[in-house]
C-alpha cells in the first residue's frame, strides 16, 4: 500500500501544467466559489458551537475541585470534535456538489491521455449530482462511524497520540475516493466504485492526503485545492484503468 500512497502523492507532479494546457480552469469556477461558501459557513458555524460542546463535555466531571481545568480541557476538545466535524463536512459536501462539473474534467482528461473519449454515465446535471450525493453521503457516514472510535482513541495514555494521525489518514482515504469517483462513475456502477478504491486504497490515501493539507493553506489551500486533487486523481485513476491505452 506504501508504493501506491506514494503513487497518489506524484500523481500531483504537472497538475498546474496539464490544466493549463487543456484549459480547464474555466470549469473550476463554481466548484471553487461551491468550497469557499461552505468553508466559511462551516467557520461560522464552528466559531459559534466549540464553547457549547465544550460545556456539555465539561458536565461530565462532577467534583468541584478541578473543575476549571477540566473545562479548559472540555473547550480544547470540543474544537477538535468541531474541526474534525467541520472538515468531514466540507470535503463530502463540496465532492458530492461539484460531482456535475468535474465528471466533465475528468472526461476531458481521459481523453487527453488515451486518445480516447468516454462520456460519464449519466450526462444530465441531476444524473451526476445524484452520483455525488450517493457516494459522498454513503462515504459521510462511514467516515463518522470510523471517526468516533480513533477519537476516543485519544483519551488512552500512551498511545492515544495515534488518534490523529489514524483520523488524518481516514479523512484522506474518503478525500481521495471522491476525487477518484469523478473518473469511475464513466466506468462502475456504485457498489463496484467502492470496491474499486477499496482495493486502491493507497492511492486514494495519498490523493487525500495533499488534500488535507491543501485545506491548512488560508484561502489559497480552498481555492486550488478542487482544481489540483481532481486533476491528480483523474490522472492516476485513469492509468490504473487503462494501462495500455497511453499516449
Known amino acids: 500500500m506504501f508504493k501506491n500512497i506514494i503513487k497518489g502523492l506524484r500523481a500531483y507532479s504537472g497538475t498546474f501544467k496539464l490544466i493549463s494546457e487543456l484549459g480547464l480552469w474555466k470549469y473550476f469556477g463554481v466548484p471553487i466559489l461551491i468550497s469557499v461558501v461552505i468553508a466559511i459557513l462551516i467557520g461560522i458555524g ?67 491521455l488515451t486518445g480516447i473519449t468516454r462520456e460519464t454515465g449519466n450526462t444530465s446535471f441531476m444524473g451526476l449530482l445524484w452520483r455525488g450525493i450517493q457516494v459522498n453521503g ?20 500512551v498511545i492515544g497520540f495515534l488518534s490523529g494521525v489514524l483520523l488524518f489518514f481516514v479523512q484522506s482515504y474518503y478525500a481521495g475516493f471522491g476525487n477518484m469517483d469523478y473518473t469511475l462513475e464513466r466506468y462502475f456502477g456504485y457498489s463496484k466504485s467502492v470496491r474499486f478504491v477499496s482495493d486502491h486504497r493507497g492511492i486514494a490515501i495519498g490523493n487525500g492526503m495533499v488534500f488535507m493539507l491543501m485545506l491548512l493553506i488560508p484561502v489559497i489551500g480552498i481555492i486550488l485545492v478542487l482544481p489540483l486533487s481532481v486533476t491528480a486523481a483523474s490522472t492516476v485513476t485513469v492509468d490504473i484503468l487503462n494501462p495500455s491505452e497511453k499516449k
Not at 481545568?69 to 468541531?82: E, N, Q
Not at 467541520?86 to 476531458?108: C, D, N, R
Open 138 to 157: 454513503r462515504n459521510l457516514v462511514m467516515e463518522i462511524f470510523l471517526s468516533i472510535p480513533i477519537f476516543i482513541l485519544g483519551f488512552i495514555p
Open 46 to 112: 464552528a466559531y459559534g458551537l466549540s464553547d457549547n460542546i465544550g460545556g456539555l463535555i465539561a458536565k461530565a466531571w462532577v467534583w468541584e475541585w478541578g473543575s476549571e481545568t477540566f473545562r479548559t480541557i472540555s473547550d480544547f476538545l470540543g474544537g477538535l470534535i468541531i474541526i474534525a466535524l467541520g472538515l468531514i463536512l466540507y470535503k463530502h459536501t463540496v465532492l458530492a456538489l461539484s460531482a456535475p462539473f468535474m465528471s466533465p474534467v475528468s472526461e476531458k482528461i481521459e481523453a487527453h
